[in-house]
């Protein structure tokens, strides 16, 4: 089975600074989950925030016959209240109806401040849905390297979602990487592209994000370099630098999964890792957080 996840944030709405396409029709939500399918990427990644996300994924799975294969993961609504039992069953089982199985792979927190409540009844009530037969993993979507260590340290997470990239090592430099392996906990690896930050020119920035122009140029020359794409390099540095860890991306068309994953089995050079730490080293958080762009 692939380490790659396939994320579903494009199918329930449109999603991500490159995204040209808009969100994709059922029919294009189908080829594009039998697309990834077919290269043996049986791992998907939604969230109940994601607008129609689950119920898109849900049809297409159930249309490819493959619902009762597929490894699911879903984050909690963070406007639910967490600490309350009967509205964390009901929400768990409504996701599991949309999604057209009979019970989620992982379930985790979609915000990392629900991490406070863990021992405060939290924990308790996800294991309780873990006992239920509902759900088969706990974990959380984290920002920060502080809470993703916290996470780890924590009894009863077994997976940990963050953002990193060759732009974003914050995680790895923090240890989070090597806190995982140790703990033997899984770590599920997003923002691959920085939302499609990474594939644009940086001819295509709107002007208000110049700022990102310079370390772009800079990639660029990388890729010129080594004769392979951004898209190579993005992917390659993770395959080759954290093989670990499950590496989530996003689609718009079918065409692109199969990109993703040709550029995922992409040799690359044994030097890939030194020269991304060497051309990135310690850059600002205005550039690595979509949240201040």
Known sequence: MS???????????????????GQPDQA?????????????????DTAQGYGES???????LFQSGCSGEALIISKIDPRIDHLDISAMTETLDRTIEALKISRLFGILLHKEEMLLLWDKGLSKILHALVASGRVLKVGVS?????????????????????PTNVLDRRFE??????????????????????????????EEIPAKMAFVKPVLRRLESLSNNLGLTKQEIALGY????LPNAQVIFGAETQKQVTENVTAWEKEMPRSLGRQVRELFADLSENILNPALW
Request: no cysteine; net charge positive; glycine share 10%.
């Open 3 to 21: 380490s790659l996840v396939l994320g579903t944030a494009q199918l329930g709405f449109q999603y991500g600074i490159a995204n040209r396409t």
């Open 28 to 44: 294009a939500a189908y080829g594009i989950i039998h697309e990834a399918w077919k290269h043996g990427i049986k791992t998907f």
């Open 54 to 60: 689950e119920q898109v994924l849900g049809r297409s």
């Open 142 to 162: 984290v920002y920060s390297p502080e809470m993703a260590l916290q996470a780890l340290n924590a009894d009863g997470i077994d997976m940990v979602q963050l």
């Open 173 to 202: 430099n923090a240890g989070v990487f090597r806190l995982a392996d140790k703990k033997q906990k899984q770590i599920y690896i997003r923002s691959v592209f920085l939302q499609g930050l990474l594939l644009m020119s940086p």
């Open 238 to 241: 993770l395959r080759s630098e």
